[in-house]
C-alpha cells in the first residue's frame, strides 16, 4: 500500500439506485457475496487489500475492519444514507480541526469515496486498547463537545426524525399497517418536539452518543459514527444513554455515571419523553425489514413494533449488529 494513502481513480459522481443486498450479514451466517464485492471494488480504488476484512458492524452501514492494513471502511448500503455520509465527512474533518477525542478520516483519499456503484468513507482503524469506556468517560466527551462554538455550514440543525421519514421511504417491505403507524408516530412526536423548551443551550451534538460509539484507545475514549452529528439541544446527546438502559439492559451506572458528570440527569427533565420516544423509533428503524436480512432481525422488528403498539416503555429489546 503506497504510503500516500491515495486512491487510484477519478471520482465519479454516480451514486447507487438500489440497496446493496446483505442477506447473512450479522444474521447467523457469512456476510453475502453482495457486500464483499462493494468492498473489494472500494479497496481496488485505494490500492487497499480486502482479505480476510472483517465485518464488525452491520445495522445502517456495512462496517468493516481490513486485515492487512490499518483501515476501517463503512460501505453506504441505502441511497438515503449517501448525505449522511458526506455530513461524516464534514464532522470529522471539523472534530480533527478542533482535536475533539474521536477517529480520524483515512488522508490522502477524497471522501466521501465514490467508484463505480459504491459510496464509502475510510478511517484510520484506532486499536481498542485502553480500559472499557463507560458513562463517565462519555459524559466528559460530549462536555468537550458541546462547549465548542457551534460553526456556519458545517452541521444542519436537529431534526431528528427526518432520517426516519427517508428509512421509510427506502423500506418496501414495511407492511401498511406499519409504515401508517410509524408515519403517525413520527408525526406525533415532531410536534410534541416543537413545542420542547430545553433548559441548556444550543451546541454541536454527536447525535447518536451510546458507548457502542466511543472506542478506547491508546491515548483514551474517542467517537464514532458522526452520521447524526447536527446543532441542537445537549439533552439530546443525553437521552440514548438513558433509553439503552431501559431498552437494552446496560448497566445502570453507565447512565448514573454520565449525568453526575455531565451535570444533568436528563430522564428528570420534563421533556424526556417526548426524546425518549424519538430515540424508539430509530431504534426500531434499525431492525426494520429488508430483502434477506433474515428471519432473527425480522423477528426483533415485530418484537419491537409490538412494544410501540401498546405503548410499553419498560420492554426490553435485543441488540442487532
Known amino acids: 500500500m503506497p504510503a500516500s494513502w491515495r486512491c487510484t481513480f477519478a471520482a465519479c ?30 479497496c481496488r480504488a485505494c490500492d487497499l487489500d480486502p482479505a480476510g476484512a472483517q465485518l464488525i458492524r ?37 472534530f480533527a480541526e478542533h482535536d475533539v477525542p474521536a477517529i480520524r478520516l483515512l488522508p490522502g483519499v477524497v471522501q466521501p469515496l465514490r467508484v463505480g456503484d459504491q459510496v464509502a468513507t475510510l478511517w484510520q482503524e484506532v486499536l481498542e486498547v485502553g480500559p472499557t469506556p463507560g458513562g463517565g468517560e462519555l459524559a466528559g466527551i460530549l462536555r468537550t463537545l458541546h462547549a465548542l462554538p457551534a460553526p456556519d455550514g458545517v452541521f444542519p440543525g436537529w431534526e431528528p426524525l427526518v432520517d ?12 401498511q399497517a406499519d409504515r401508517s403507524f410509524l408515519q ?3 408525526d406525533e412526536l415532531a410536534a410534541a418536539a416543537s413545542k420542547l423548551v430545553f433548559a441548556l443551550p444550543r451546541a454541536v451534538l454527536h447525535g447518536d452518543a451510546h458507548l457502542g460509539n466511543v472506542i478506547s484507545g491508546p491515548d483514551g475514549p474517542v467517537l464514532c459514527d458522526f452520521d447524526s452529528c447536527c446543532v ?37 427533565w420534563e421533556g424526556f419523553d417526548v426524546l425518549r420516544g424519538i430515540r424508539d423509533l430509530k431504534i426500531v428503524a434499525g431492525a426494520f425489514p429488508g430483502r434477506d436480512r433474515g428471519p432473527a432481525v425480522a423477528a426483533e422488528f415485530e418484537r419491537r413494533m409490538a412494544s410501540l403498539r401498546s405503548g410499553r416503555t419498560g420492554d426490553r429489546w435485543s441488540l442487532l449488529r
Open 232 to 268: 441542537g439541544p445537549p439533552e439530546w446527546d443525553l437521552t440514548p444513554m438513558a433509553v439503552s438502559a431501559v431498552r437494552f439492559g446496560r448497566p445502570a451506572v453507565h447512565q448514573r455515571d454520565l449525568a453526575a458528570r455531565y451535570g444533568l440527569d436528563v430522564t428528570a
Open 58 to 94: 452491520h445495522v445502517n452501514n456495512a462496517v468493516f475492519r481490513l486485515d492487512r492494513d490499518p483501515v476501517v471502511v463503512r460501505l453506504v448500503t441505502l441511497p438515503s444514507y449517501v448525505p449522511r455520509s458526506e455530513l461524516a465527512v464534514r464532522a470529522a474533518t471539523w
Open 164 to 175: 426516519l421519514d427517508n428509512r421509510l421511504a427506502d423500506t418496501p417491505a414495511l407492511s
Open 13 to 42: 459522481a454516480y451514486v447507487r439506485a438500489d440497496p446493496i443486498p446483505t442477506r447473512g450479514a450479522r444474521t447467523g451466517g457469512p456476510a453475502d457475496a453482495p457486500l464483499r464485492a462493494a468492498l473489494a471494488e472500494v
Open 184 to 186: 403517525c408516530r413520527c
